[in-house]
Nanobody, 120 residues
Framework: QVQLVESGGGLVQPGGSLRLSCSASRSISNFNVMGWYRQAPGKQRELVATIPRGGSTNYADSVKGRFTAARDNAKNTLILQMDSLKPEDTAVYYC??????????????WGQGTQVTVSS
């Protein structure tokens, strides 16, 4: 098991930037996929970005060119750099990790979420 803790959320004006961090309680190098998701009030949780181990980062169309996600394996941390923020980016942002244990056992781990509010 692993504990994931997000931080860095807050209130920012449109066009501003925020950097979210997801700290893991142990090494993240073994996770096949890590990613960021978000959920706005009254809406379903949606993908922001995923980072497959050894593969290219995938971004939702709504954030391409504005957000950058990366793993920092040395620090056991997942990063989401958010630039050119828009009001529609307002949501609770969640860190996710999927671990391959064996066939038929691939648990997902989630952080508690951090609130991002983009408003003037």
């Amino acid at each position: 098991q692993v504990q994931l803790v997000e931080s860095g959320g807050g209130l920012v004006q449109p066009g501003g930037s925020l950097r979210l961090s997801c700290s893991a309680s142990r090494s993240i190098s073994n996770f096949n996929v890590m990613g960021w998701y978000r959920q706005a009030p009254g809406k379903q949780r949606e993908l922001v970005a995923t980072i497959p181990r050894g593969g290219s980062t995938n971004y939702a169309d709504s954030v391409k060119g504005r957000f950058t996600a990366a793993r920092d394996n040395a620090k056991n941390t997942l990063i989401l750099q958010m630039d050119s923020l828009k009001p529609e980016d307002t949501a609770v942002y969640y860190c996710n990790a999927r671990e391959f244990v064996r066939w038929g056992l691939e648990p997902d781990y989630w952080g508690q979420g951090t609130q991002v509010t983009v408003s003037s």
